[in-house]
């Protein structure tokens, strides 16, 4: 697992769009997974204007989004893919046949579970999936107690999670009890994953999740065990972290190392 801390959120979103940049150069149809939430918005930001920019082309790449809420047409003001409309795709021309969402008012939601999970494992499988952290630990909507080897599959939202999502949808009874999420199973098969975090009010979230013991009760703390795993911060985000120092120097003298292994290994 690497640690990756930057002064603010704009410099997170400029090193993750680096990263993007290298999968998108390395594959014509790279498989990416995105959540929705107000935490990713200046990295689809970036996306976009380094797109506009001619820097890389996102448009065939393919997107699979991270959850839907049940009982929320792809239509609706506060869907998924009315989200991705607003933040990214109204300025990445993706063929829809490119783009995944789950479909939350299903006729068979058993059927849409598997749709997903078959439509991931028919492009070859996710290459980079981005993720959010939840302040009790759920990545996408996967809350505390999520078995950490689960599919896509329903998960009823927690207290905590419907009162702060109240605020997007007017009122919390108005607000979605359920949702289809892809499961801790799926986020772990992705060849790369990525989670990022800002500001004060995520650095217990990201101490759990980085340097706490690996637990159902705090879902993001699998993310240890990926093989393949990076943690973006921010300063605010990253304050509580024993070993924020080391992390930070293990970063920036990452090409270091690679050199004096690749001089020890040629002398």
Not at 207 to 232: D, L, N, W
């Amino acid at each position: 697992m690497e640690i990756i801390i930057k002064d603010t959120p704009e410099k997170v979103a400029e090193e993750i769009l680096k990263r993007l940049k290298r999968i998108v150069h390395k594959k014509r149809h790279p498989v990416i997974g995105l959540p929705t939430g107000n935490t990713p918005k200046i990295i689809y930001k970036k996306m976009a204007e380094a797109h506009e920019r001619g820097e890389v082309d996102f448009s065939e790449a393919i997107i699979f989004a991270l959850d839907e809420y049940i009982g929320i047409p792809t239509d609706h003001p506060k869907s998924t893919k009315t989200y991705f409309k607003e933040n990214l795709l109204n300025r990445i021309d993706i063929p829809e046949k490119n783009l995944f969402f789950i479909n939350g008012t299903p006729d068979d939601i058993k059927a849409e579970c598997r749709r997903i999970e078959e439509a991931i494992r028919d492009v070859g499988g996710i290459d980079f999936q981005l993720l959010g952290v939840g302040r009790d630990g759920h990545i996408g909507f996967n809350e505390p107690g999520s078995s950490l080897r689960s599919r896509t599959r329903v998960k009823p939202l927690t207290f905590s999670t419907i009162k702060y999502l109240s605020k997007f949808f007017g009122s919390e009874e108005d607000t979605p009890r359920f949702c289809i999420t892809m499961g801790i199973g799926t986020i772990m098969d992705a060849k790369e994953v990525a989670i990022v975090a800002f500001g004060d009010e995520k650095k217990e979230a990201v101490k759990k999740c980085v340097e706490g013991p690996i637990t159902s009760a705090f879902p993001a703390s699998i993310i240890q065990m990926h093989p393949k795993a990076r943690v973006y911060l921010d300063e605010k985000a990253a304050s509580l972290l024993d070993e924020k120092e080391y992390y930070k120097w293990a970063y920036e003298n990452k090409e270091r190392m690679y050199d004096y292994l690749k001089n020890k290994k040629s002398g």
